[in-house]
């Protein structure tokens, strides 16, 4: 059973910084894409950033300059660094990763349970 398990959300005031961790755990063959997408009240789920196994890095325009998303495939990881966070960066932030459990052929798109990130005055 693969397993997408997130860490790093919290409190924060603006212009603050936090970093998001992701671990992907379980019967692995292989991860496409990683990456973090955000739900605020209200609101569509929407992209944050995802990093693909070759490297192709993909922001939305809302967070560009400010946050950094890396990934160590060795480790099945993926991080987020927010910086210069705005109060409408609030929301849940959950980890995405599209892979191939090991013995299968077909990849699907996995979640993870999600974090809370405030950023507040």
């Known amino acids: 059973q693969v397993q997408l398990v997130e860490s790093g959300g919290g409190l924060v005031q603006p212009g603050g910084s936090l970093t998001l961790s992701c671990v992907a755990s379980?019967?692995?063959?292989?991860?496409?894409?990683m990456g973090w997408y955000r739900q605020a009240p209200g609101k569509m789920r929407e992209l944050v950033a995802t990093?693909?196994?070759?490297?192709?890095?993909d922001h939305s325009d809302s967070v560009k300059g400010r946050f950094t998303i890396s990934r160590d495939n060795a480790k099945n990881t993926v991080s987020l660094q927010m910086h210069s966070l705005k109060p409408g960066d609030t929301a849940v932030y959950y980890c995405?990763?599209?892979?191939?459990?090991?013995?299968?052929?077909?990849?699907?798109?996995?979640w993870g349970q999600g974090t809370q990130v405030t950023v507040f005055s």
């Open positions: 379980g019967s692995i063959f292989n991860i496409y894409t």
């Open positions: 995405y990763a599209d892979l191939i459990e090991g013995g299968s052929v077909q990849n699907y798109g996995y």
């Open positions: 990093v693909a196994n070759n490297g192709y890095i």
